[in-house]
Structure formats: structure tokens, C-alpha cells
T-cell receptor
Framework: GQNIDQPTEMTATEGAIVQINCTYQ??????LFWYQQHAGEAPTFLSY????GLEEKGRFSSFLSRSKGYSYLLLKELQMKDSASYLC?????????????FGTGTRLLVSP | DVKVTQSSRYLVKRTGEKVFLECVQD?????MFWYRQDPGLGLRLIYF???????EKGDIPEGYSVSREKKERFSLILESASTNQTSMYLC????????????FGPGTRLLVL
């Protein structure tokens, strides 16, 4: 089966650093996506990892370890606007159909 | 910029009604998807389409059907709405390349009474 785990909720303070973890067990692996979703809005793309290592993009970084079935999203210099849900999604198979499997999301609350 | 639009942001229907949710994308994407999003369950795939007139069942297709007569438009149909279909429905599209992200529409919040 396909299983993706991420914490339900996290809290952090403005200006701090937070790491959101995602572990997965899927039938195959062809990449992992992170999306940000503000309340009542559509998910928007943050990052894509297919090889092991860290991908940095401004204040956001994403890490992947395929051998451990593990990824994290690192948010630095937190801002109030970073309060949102963060969705981890895995592409298990290279079917050409991009059938993603989503975790339930981590709701991040940033306080002043 | 990619744009994915959905016909309604909010919809209220009665049990047994036939419901149509429309989705249009303007980026000539091959793939289109319908998800529902419920608290604690995350995004679950209902149906997807990888080409005009082609459709594939996702993880929870029961009670739904889809139509893709034109490349830019993907419709989700609830043949006979039930209260357990009250949910947020999200449409997405992507190019055929797996490394490309899916682009999501704003969502339709459907309430079935």
C-alpha cells in the first residue's frame, strides 16, 4: 500500500526556523513534492526532489533521503504569512500519469 | 502564469440532485485531475485524465463520473449527490512530464443537504 506520514500540527515563532518532516512507504518512488496551502485556497508548488540531498530555494529548503523514505521541508526566518498547511506528496510510479499520493498535511501556525 | 479555474467557489445542493463541477485550464496541459479534500484525510484522487476523452479512476471514484471532451476542460459529475459528498473539490492540471508540478484551481466547497 501507499502511506505518507507527516505531523498534524506545528507551532513556531516569527523569525525562527522550523522543520516539517515527511516519511513515506510507497510501491515505488519517482519524486516527492511539497505544496503550501493557505486556508481556503489552492495548494501551490514549493519544491520537487527526486535525488538525495538538499534543494534550497530562498527561505525554503527541501531534503530527501530515498534509502530512509524521508523528506523534510525547512523554513527559515519565519514570517506570519508562512502560517499555512504544508502537503507532502509522492509520485510512486512512472506511469506517465503523475498520480500523486498526498499526506494529510501539516498545519503550521506562526506566532509573533 | 498557469491558470486553473473552477466554475463555482461555493455550491449548495440537495440529496439526489445531479451536480456538475467544471474545471478549465489555459496551459494546454495533457493531465487533469479531480481531488476531494477532507479534514484529517488530505487530498484524495477521484479521477484523472491524461488526454481528451481518456479517463482513469483514482482512489475514490464511487459516486462520481467525469467528462473530458476538450483538452482544456475536465468536468466532475455527481450523478446523485449524497451528504457524504459534502467536501472541498479541487481540480488540477499538469504537463505530461512527471517532474512538473500540478497546478490547482481555487476549489469548490460543496454542501449537500
Amino acid at each position: 500500500g501507499q502511506n505518507i506520514d507527516q505531523p498534524t500540527e506545528m507551532t513556531a515563532t516569527e523569525g525562527a526556523i522550523v522543520q516539517i518532516n515527511c516519511t513515506y512507504q510507497t510501491s515505488g518512488f519517482n519524486g516527492l513534492f511539497w505544496y503550501q496551502q493557505h486556508a481556503g485556497e489552492a495548494p501551490t508548488f514549493l519544491s520537487y526532489n527526486v535525488l538525495d540531498g538538499l534543494e534550497e530555494k530562498g527561505r525554503f529548503s527541501s531534503f530527501l533521503s530515498r534509502s530512509k523514505g524521508y523528506s523534510y521541508l525547512l523554513l527559515k526566518e519565519l514570517q506570519m504569512k508562512d502560517s499555512a498547511s504544508y502537503l507532502c506528496a509522492v509520485l510512486p510510479q512512472d506511469t506517465g500519469f503523475q498520480k500523486l499520493v498526498f499526506g494529510t498535511g501539516t498545519r503550521l501556525l506562526v506566532s509573533p | 502564469d498557469v491558470k486553473v479555474t473552477q466554475s463555482s467557489r461555493y455550491l449548495v445542493k440537495r440529496t439526489g440532485e445531479k451536480v456538475f463541477l467544471e474545471c478549465v485550464q489555459d496551459m494546454d496541459h495533457e493531465n487533469m485531475f479531480w481531488y476531494r479534500q477532507d479534514p484529517g484525510l488530505g487530498l484524495r484522487l477521484i479521477y484523472f485524465s491524461y488526454d481528451v476523452k481518456m479517463k482513469e479512476k483514482g482512489d475514490i471514484p464511487e459516486g462520481y463520473s467525469v467528462s473530458r471532451e476538450k483538452k482544456e476542460r475536465f468536468s466532475l459529475i455527481l450523478e446523485s449527490a449524497s451528504t457524504n459528498q459534502t467536501s472541498m473539490y479541487l481540480c488540477a492540471s499538469s504537463s505530461r512530464t512527471n517532474t512538473e508540478t500540478q497546478y490547482f484551481g481555487p476549489g469548490t466547497r460543496l454542501l449537500v443537504l
